[in-house]
């Protein structure tokens, strides 16, 4: 089984809809991110935490919003989903005094 | 904004030569560097990391830091088929925060 654990993998989905995007962690880790990924555009970050309290918006939050729900989990939601949010996401972990990411095997997402 | 730039690529070689990664970084006061390989379809994973000046090998793998010039390379000896990937750049700007920055990637190419 994979450390980090992302759900759906793949997801269509309509303009205007609320869309969750999970990701759930073996690895211990207090860090958590999500990042977006898109053709030409390389990496980037939406929000990230390090620890359950602690919740930072990233270079693109617009129009997203997270819940670290424990130390494991950390959901991303598109409260009303757009066709500029298709994209690949994924969530990464990491430990504090490395700056190693883990990344989960990414979820698919595509807005109509 | 922290920019991190590399080139697009595709970068081809021909099996057993050496690929030369370069990528460049905007924000003089980065500390910590990293390279990440992607194959088709997979999720980022980490396969070099450089802190100071200087190169540092792993195997095949030499990583190479000029802070003065905000240019970090990725030397990729005896290339191997199997080393056809995107190769991404990422820059830590966050000091102990660890949020990194990434380059769009570079697709290189090993022909047999």
């Known amino acids: 089984d994979a450390d980090v654990t992302q759900t759906p993998r793949n997801r269509i989905t309509k303009t205007g809809k609320r869309i969750m995007l999970e990701c759930s962690q073996t690895?211990?880790?207090?860090?958590m991110y999500w990042y977006r990924q898109d053709p030409g555009l390389g990496l980037r970050l939406i929000y990230y935490s390090f620890d359950v309290k602690d919740i930072n918006k990233g270079e693109i939050s617009d129009g997203y919003s997270v819940s670290r729900q424990a130390q494991a989990k950390f959901s991303l939601s598109l409260e009303s989903a757009i066709p500029n949010q298709t994209a690949l996401y994924f969530c990464?972990?990491?430990?504090?005094?490395?700056?190693?990411?883990?990344f989960g095997e990414g979820s698919r997402l595509t807005v109509l | 904004q922290k920019e991190v730039e590399q080139n697009s690529g595709p970068l081809s070689v021909p099996e057993g030569a050496i690929a030369s990664l370069n990528c460049t970084y905007s924000d003089r006061g980065s500390q910590s560097f990293f390279w990440y390989r992607q194959y088709s379809g997979k999720s980022p994973e980490l396969i070099m990391s450089i802190y100071s000046n200087g190169d540092k090998e792993d195997g095949r793998f030499t990583a190479q830091l000029n802070k003065a010039s905000q240019y970090v390379s990725l030397l990729i000896r005896d290339s191997q088929p199997s080393d056809s990937a995107t190769y991404l750049c990422a820059v830590n700007s966050g000091g102990s925060n660890y949020k990194l920055t990434f380059g769009k990637g570079t697709l290189l190419t090993v022909n047999p």
């Open positions: 690895k211990g880790h207090d860090r």
């Open positions: 990464a972990t990491s430990v504090s005094d490395t700056g190693e990411l883990f």
